[in-house]
C-alpha cells in the first residue's frame, strides 16, 4: 500500500518558539495533503486541507498565520506552528490520497508536539 | 448540522465472539463510508470502505454494513483477538467536500 511518512515523530518546544512537521508521500504524488489535529480522547479533526502549488484551504476556526502550510513539491508537505503555545500541544496528522477516486487515504505516523 | 456518531463507551468482548460497532450520520449524503482503525500514538489505518449503492462488503474476518435509509453503518469483526484491540473509527466525506469527516470512535478491547 501506498506510504505516507511524517516527521518528526515527536518533538518537545518552549513557548514561543516555531515547529515544523513534514508529510512526505514516499511512492506516490500528492496534489492534494489533509492536516489533522487529534486531542487527547478524542477524535480526528481536520485543520487544512494542503494543496500543491497553491494556498491551503482552512477550515473554520484554525489560524491560518498560526499554522502555516506549504506544499512545496508532489511528495512534501509541511506544517509550521509558530509561536507555539501550551494550548497547541496535541498530535498533528497528516494524510494523503494516492487515487482520488477510491476515497481512501493513507496516514502518516502522526506528530506529538508538547510545548512547555 | 452534521454529525457522525460512534458509542463513546468502550466495547469489551471476549476472545472468539463477533464484535459489532455502530456508526450513525446526520445530514449527510455520502457516497461511501469508510472504517479505519488507530492504535494508541499512531495515525490511522484504512479497513473498508463501502459504497451507497453497496449493502455489506467483506474483507477476511471483517463485515461492514451500510443502510442509508437508517443512515447507519455497522462494522463487525468476528471471531475476535486481542490483537483486534483498537479504536476504530468512521469517516464520510460530506457533500461538496474532499476531506474525510471522522467519527468519535469505539474502543474495543479483546480479553484473552
Known amino acids: 500500500g501506498a506510504v505516507v511518512s511524517q516527521h518528526p515523530s515527536w518533538v518537545i518546544c518552549k513557548s514561543g518558539t516555531s515547529v515544523k512537521i513534514e508529510c512526505r508521500s514516499l511512492?506516490?504524488?500528492?496534489?492534494?495533503m489533509f492536516w489533522y489535529r487529534q486531542f487527547p480522547k478524542q477524535s480526528l479533526m481536520l485543520m487544512a486541507t494542503s494543496n500543491e502549488g497553491s494556498k491551503a484551504t482552512y477550515e473554520q476556526g484554525v489560524e491560518k498565520d498560526k499554522f502555516l502550510i506549504n506544499h512545496a513539491s508532489l511528495t512534501l508537505s509541511t506544517l509550521t506552528v509558530t509561536s507555539a503555545h501550551p494550548e497547541d500541544s496535541s498530535f498533528y496528522i497528516c494524510?494523503?490520497?494516492?487515487?482520488?477516486?477510491?476515497?481512501?487515504?493513507?496516514f502518516g505516523e502522526g506528530s506529538r508536539l508538547t510545548v512547555l | 448540522s452534521q454529525k457522525i456518531e460512534q458509542n463513546s463507551e468502550a466495547l469489551n468482548i471476549q476472545e472468539g465472539k463477533t464484535a459489532t460497532l455502530t456508526c450513525n450520520y446526520t445530514n449527510y449524503s455520502p457516497a461511501y463510508l469508510q472504517w479505519y482503525r488507530q492504535d494508541p500514538g499512531r495515525g490511522p489505518v484504512f479497513l473498508l470502505l463501502i459504497r451507497e449503492n453497496e449493502k455489506e462488503k467483506r474483507k477476511e474476518r471483517l463485515k461492514v454494513t451500510f443502510d442509508t435509509t437508517l443512515k447507519q453503518s455497522l462494522f463487525h469483526i468476528t471471531a475476535s483477538q486481542p490483537a483486534d484491540s483498537a479504536t476504530y473509527l468512521c469517516?464520510?466525506?460530506?457533500?461538496?467536500?474532499?476531506?474525510?469527516?471522522f467519527g468519535s470512535g469505539t474502543r474495543l478491547q479483546v480479553q484473552p
Open positions: 511512492d506516490f504524488q500528492a496534489t492534494t
Open positions: 469517516a464520510l466525506v460530506g457533500t461538496g467536500r474532499r476531506a474525510l469527516t
Open positions: 494524510s494523503a490520497n494516492p487515487q482520488v477516486n477510491t476515497g481512501e487515504l493513507f
